[in-house]
């Protein structure tokens, strides 16, 4: 069933001009996004690794059972909107300081964290601690994952989502990451929502097309997506698409990458989910196709080789 969400991610933006007060410029700028945010519908807010590298010291890291300035701001966002929002943060746990995107419920709950895996060599002599890898959390505004900063160059943990398939990959970071960003939306099968300084942040579709962008003209990106999706290999498909729109009609949209030979079908249907009609007319899933290949071409190989 359609599952559609309004997601929103806010671009950070440093004065190096007047670094003595860069602290309170991050909470400015928090602020007056959210002010720009009340009421508007959002589910999902993704903040940068600007809030937590700028806004806050090591001495300040935060804990859920005692949160401060930062946890509390997120807290009143997502309160506000009756939203989720993962937000940047140092965050403290057992003596140790890791950077993290904590995610906090439209009640204000902390819903679970994400502890940035690979920390740049700087902070590992800062002091902040490596996590565990890849994690998903539940969230109303569906399952979510985080990806901080240096993380984006490792593949290893990008091969870790791809297992988990967040629905969303909410990517909070210093620096952009270019091509890489639209590289992860597609392996992970996911909608990648970029929180970033400089160049810009923007939200990607598991395609790895861009659907919004902030500029100098605006500092938040939004995009409304449908979460209900299903991927497939576009060879050899295409009649059966031309036979679902026939009988779903508006209940179901499908986009094409011929490029990549993949396509995805979204439901917007409050009675059926994109993987039931993907059934229903034999689309098999994209990750299922290249398995079923492998073992074909595994057998293959084995026989040729008892063969010979």
Request: aromatic share 10%; hydrophobic share 40%; charged share 25%.
């Given at each position: 069933?359609?599952?559609i969400?309004?997601?929103?991610t806010i671009?950070?933006?440093?004065?190096?001009?007047?670094e003595?007060?860069?602290?309170?410029?991050?909470?400015?700028?928090?602020?007056?996004?959210?002010?720009?945010?009340?009421?508007?519908g959002?589910?999902?807010v993704?903040?940068?690794e600007?809030?937590?590298?700028?806004?806050?010291?090591?001495?300040?890291?935060?804990?859920?059972?005692k949160?401060?300035?930062?946890?509390?701001?997120?807290?009143e966002i997502?309160?506000?909107n009756?939203?989720?929002?993962?937000g940047?943060?140092k965050?403290?746990?057992?003596?140790?300081v890791?950077?993290?995107?904590?995610f906090?419920?439209?009640?204000?709950e902390v819903?679970?964290?994400?502890?940035?895996?690979?920390?740049?060599?700087?902070?590992?002599?800062?002091?902040i601690?490596p996590g565990d890898?890849?994690?998903?959390?539940?969230?109303?505004?569906?399952?979510?994952?985080?990806v901080?900063c240096?993380?984006?160059?490792?593949?290893?943990?990008?091969?870790q989502?791809?297992?988990?398939?967040?629905?969303?990959?909410?990517?909070?970071?210093?620096?952009h990451?270019?091509?890489?960003?639209?590289?992860?939306?597609?392996?992970?099968?996911?909608f990648?929502?970029?929180?970033?300084?400089?160049?810009?942040?923007?939200?990607?579709n598991?395609l790895g097309?861009?659907?919004?962008?902030?500029?100098?003209?605006?500092r938040?990106?939004?995009?409304?997506?449908?979460?209900?999706?299903?991927i497939t290999g576009a060879?050899?498909?295409?009649?059966?698409?031309?036979?679902?729109?026939?009988?779903?009609?508006?209940?179901?949209v499908?986009?094409?990458?011929?490029?990549?030979?993949?396509?995805?079908?979204?439901?917007?249907?409050?009675?059926?989910?994109?993987a039931e009609?993907?059934?229903?007319?034999?689309?098999?899933?994209?990750?299922?196709?290249?398995s079923t290949?492998?073992?074909?071409?595994?057998?293959?190989?084995?026989?040729?080789?008892?063969?010979?």
């Amino acid at each position: 069933m359609a599952k559609i969400i309004n997601i929103a991610t806010i671009h950070f933006q440093v004065s190096e001009n007047h670094e003595e007060r860069l602290c309170d410029s991050a909470y400015e700028q928090l602020a007056e996004a959210a002010a720009m945010l009340k009421g508007t519908g959002v589910d999902l807010v993704v903040t940068c690794e600007g809030m937590a590298a700028v806004g806050q010291k090591m001495d300040q890291a935060e804990s859920v059972s005692k949160p401060g300035r930062l946890l509390r701001a997120y807290q009143e966002i997502a309160e506000a909107n009756r939203c989720t929002v993962a937000g940047s943060i140092k965050l403290e746990d057992g003596g140790k300081v890791y950077n993290a995107i904590g995610f906090v419920g439209p009640d204000g709950e902390v819903l679970g964290d994400y502890r940035k895996t690979f920390p740049t060599p700087g902070e590992l002599k800062q002091g902040i601690f490596p996590g565990d890898g890849a994690k998903v959390i539940e969230t109303p505004a569906g399952r979510l994952g985080g990806v901080i900063c240096y993380d984006l160059k490792f593949d290893d943990l990008r091969d870790q989502y791809h297992l988990l398939r967040p629905d969303v990959l909410c990517f909070s970071s210093f620096f952009h990451g270019a091509h890489t960003q639209a590289n992860w939306a597609f392996k992970c099968r996911s909608f990648f929502a970029a929180a970033c300084k400089d160049l810009s942040s923007d939200i990607i579709n598991p395609l790895g097309r861009n659907l919004a962008s902030t500029s100098y003209y605006g500092r938040i990106a939004r995009a409304r997506v449908n979460l209900d999706r299903f991927i497939t290999g576009a060879g050899g498909f295409y009649a059966e698409f031309a036979d679902i729109y026939r009988k779903y009609q508006d209940e179901v949209v499908i986009e094409k990458d011929l490029g990549l030979g993949v396509s995805v079908l979204y439901s917007q249907s409050e009675q059926r989910s994109a993987a039931e009609i993907a059934k229903e007319f034999g689309l098999v899933d994209i990750d299922e196709q290249f398995s079923t290949y492998l073992d074909t071409r595994a057998n293959i190989l084995d026989i040729s080789r008892k063969v010979h």
